[in-house]
């Protein structure tokens, strides 16, 4: 009885060694996942391409993917565009994040679209899949980290808050997103990453369609319930009730886009990777970002006070340098977490 017993065991020695060299070893892209590489083909998918991509996914990024659980599929859509979407649940965060495909795509806006200013100038960037949160930012999520030794000696504040922890976490500066995102391994969107996420693949002005009066089902903006002395001044607000005034909405109250991520429009001015350079300045492929000596950060997507137009997809904000941590400012400032799936 003592050979077969040893047959076995030198059968599975052999078995896990393979096993340890092939994971020491260069491993080679899956060709499935080059659907990854362009929006349009991978809007094609399925519902069952799309869960067989996620886990493809999950095996080749495993590092990246190391912090998340599978959660389930689903379907969006807006602005006549649809996707299959895979979502995950952040363990660290308990934020839902979908993975955006990549591929290339013309950033900025057309010269006769309303609203437009010069430094939106088209331009096409191709990029990487990433991962990205479906909401801004909570204020739960943020406490979860704020609450953390290295957090606290760091300075970073809002482990304790009053009313909703559904409401986006706001005040913040770059420097206190910089803090957060070390403790949870994440990053903030580039400016790129950002404009690709919200359009969703349409190129009208906003991820619903060239209407603006569609932004009442889709972004908490300048509205008619805002305070008088705004609603007197041209170009502030919307005639339209859209249920809030002078405050954010909890997240998620709007509809999403066709990446089924909610708020792209409205509620917070969310701060992105960059800093503000001129789009002749080359952006990086893969992720897009921008190199140079700007002290200005970037923000986008428009907040509770401002109208349609300032929260169109290729709408640029520079919200100064940050400051440094606690130091964050403005109200109507947050941010939306989200993770680089690079191709090897």
Excluded at 48 to 76: I, K, M, N, P
Excluded at 212 to 232: H, M, Q, V, Y
Excluded at 246 to 255: G, I, L, N, Q
Aim: aromatic residues 12%.
């Amino acid at each position: 009885m003592r050979q077969p017993k040893f047959a076995t065991l030198c059968l599975v020695a052999v078995i896990a060694s393979c096993s340890v060299a092939q994971d020491q070893e260069p491993r080679d892209r899956p060709v499935t996942l080059n659907v990854l590489k362009e929006r349009s083909e991978y809007a094609a998918l399925d519902k069952q391409g799309v869960e067989a991509l996620a886990r493809t996914a999950e095996a080749y990024w495993f590092d990246e993917f190391s912090g998340f659980t599978f959660e389930r599929v689903e379907h969006f859509s807006a602005g006549g565009v649809s996707h299959w979407m895979s979502i995950w649940l952040h363990d660290k965060t308990g934020l839902e994040f979908v993975m955006v495909p990549g591929g290339r795509f013309q950033m900025g806006s057309p010269a006769d679209e309303v609203g437009r200013r010069e430094d939106e100038l088209q331009h096409w960037v191709t990029l990487d899949p990433f991962l990205i949160a479906r909401t801004e930012c909570t204020r739960e999520a943020w406490a979860k980290v704020a609450g953390s030794d290295a957090a606290k000696e760091a300075g970073l504040r809002g482990a304790v808050y009053e009313g909703s922890g559904q409401l986006p976490v706001s005040g913040i500066g770059p420097v206190d997103v910089e803090i957060w995102c070390r403790e949870t391994k994440l990053a903030f969107p580039t400016e790129a990453q950002w404009e690709f996420m919200c359009r969703g693949g349409t190129t009208s002005a906003w991820a619903m369609g060239p209407d603006k009066r569609d932004l009442i089902r889709f972004g908490n903006i300048g509205s008619a319930e805002c305070p008088e002395e705004w609603t007197k001044m041209s170009g502030i607000t919307e005639p339209w009730h859209d249920g809030y005034g002078a405050e954010t909405a909890e997240v998620a109250k709007f509809e999403s886009n066709s990446f089924g991520l909610f708020d792209v429009h409205g509620n917070l001015n969310e701060w992105v990777r960059d800093f503000y350079y001129s789009y002749e300045q080359p952006a990086e492929a893969g992720t897009g970002e921008r190199q140079g000596d700007s002290k200005e950060r970037m923000a986008r997507g428009g907040n509770f006070g401002g109208a349609a137009a300032a929260a169109r997809s290729a709408k640029r904000l520079t919200g100064g340098s940050g400051g440094s941590p606690g130091q964050g400012g403005n109200h109507g400032f947050g941010f939306r977490p989200s993770l680089d799936l690079r191709f090897r």
